[in-house]
């Protein structure tokens, strides 16, 4: 099937990043929230973004304007049931992304593909609780999406041979790379990079080494474009904190044991980038380490 129209539900960090390279790729999108501020402050990047990209000489302003104009803001959820697509991008928590499914359903076309772009969640769970798990699959985006180049493709147990292949195509069109992964707790990049994370947290909460070093080690020292921490903050820490949950219930292992001092920081409200303190304190000009 031939997708032209996507409803992407959740217009925080991914939500806004996949409007755009939809838009840019030449998808009608409407995005939704339950906050008109998010679907407002997700506009407003997207449109700094895009215009960080003709700055640069990556797209034309052509590109840009039309890419702004397939992007229409919509607070009714009913209204996303026509699309060809929907992504459903909100906060990483089940009952959220089971509630948002279960207000689509009576508004769903025939026809309409569901996914999620769950961190960790399991995507046979998510699906056999809608009316269509043959036409529901894991769409895991990086962050941040217009740049990261993977697109990690999930099959629930149910998933169709053909939902997988629209997504496949819808990636290739995207101008990304799929990499198909097992629907088991966090796939494969949150299985292998959150305990590495976790791990970092732990080394801190340890006093092995500070926020600043550890980062510098592993930029340094194992060239990683980002340190474990600064990654942290990027991500959010109250998803890391979802993603090392499901781990941990999922697999039943205490070495995905989340770390104490990330719950604390959750708990505290310190989220990292969104909500400017985390590891890091971002209301200054420089970001300043908070341990
Ligand atoms: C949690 C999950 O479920 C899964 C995940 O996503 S895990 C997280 C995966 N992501 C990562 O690991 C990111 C690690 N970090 C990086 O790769 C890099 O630090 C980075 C790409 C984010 C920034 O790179 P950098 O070299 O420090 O910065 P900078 O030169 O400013 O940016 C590089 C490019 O990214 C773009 N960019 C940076 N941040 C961006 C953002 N938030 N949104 C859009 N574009 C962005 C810049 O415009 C620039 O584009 P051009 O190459 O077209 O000029
Ligand atoms: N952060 C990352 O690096 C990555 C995250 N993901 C996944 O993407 C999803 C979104 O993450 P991210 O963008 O970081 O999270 P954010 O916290 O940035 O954004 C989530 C958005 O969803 C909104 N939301 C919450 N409930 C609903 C609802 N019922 N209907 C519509 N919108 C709702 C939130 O609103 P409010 O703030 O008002 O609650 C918020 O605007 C998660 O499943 C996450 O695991 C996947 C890859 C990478």
């Known amino acids: 099937m031939a997708i032209q129209t996507v409803g992407v539900i959740g217009a925080g960090q991914m939500g806004n990043g996949i409007a755009h390279v939809f838009a840019l790729s030449g998808y009608n999108v409407a995005l939704n929230d ?84 769950t961190s960790s969640i399991s995507i046979t769970r998510l699906a056999s609780r809608t009316d269509r798990p043959e036409r529901f699959m894991g769409f895991h985006f990086m962050n941040p999406v217009p ?31 799929a990499a198909s992964a097992e629907d088991f707790p966090a796939f494969i990049v949150n299985r292998i990079l959150m305990p590495m994370i976790n791990e970092a947290i732990y080394t801190l909460y340890e006093g092995v080494g500070s926020v600043q070093s550890i980062d510098t080690s592993l930029k340094l020292g194992a060239n990683h474009p980002m340190g474990p921490l600064e990654l942290a903050d990027f991500i959010g820490l109250d998803t890391c904190l979802a993603i090392m949950n499901v781990l941990h219930d999922g697999l039943a292992d205490t070495k995905y044991r989340p770390c104490p001092l990330l719950v604390k920081y959750v708990e505290a409200g310190w989220l990292g980038r969104k909500t400017d303190r985390g590891f890091y304190d971002y209301r200054g000009e420089v970001p300043v380490p908070t341990r």
């Open 147 to 177: 740049v990261m180049q993977l697109v990690e493709l999930i099959r629930g147990i149910a998933t169709d041979e053909a939902t997988y292949k629209t997504l496949a195509d819808v990636v290739d069109r995207l101008g990304k790379q």
């Open 34 to 117: 339950i906050s008109s501020d998010a679907v407002d402050r997700a506009i407003g990047l997207i449109e700094n973004n895009l215009d960080r990209q003709v700055g640069r000489g990556k797209i034309s302003q052509e590109d840009r304007d039309a890419a702004m104009a397939r992007i229409a803001p919509q607070m009714d959820l009913a209204a996303l049931g026509q699309s060809d697509l929907i992504i459903e991008a909100a906060t990483e928590n089940e009952d959220v992304k089971n509630k948002i499914f279960a207000s689509l359903a009576p508004h769903l076309a025939e026809h309409t593909i569901l996914t999620s772009n």
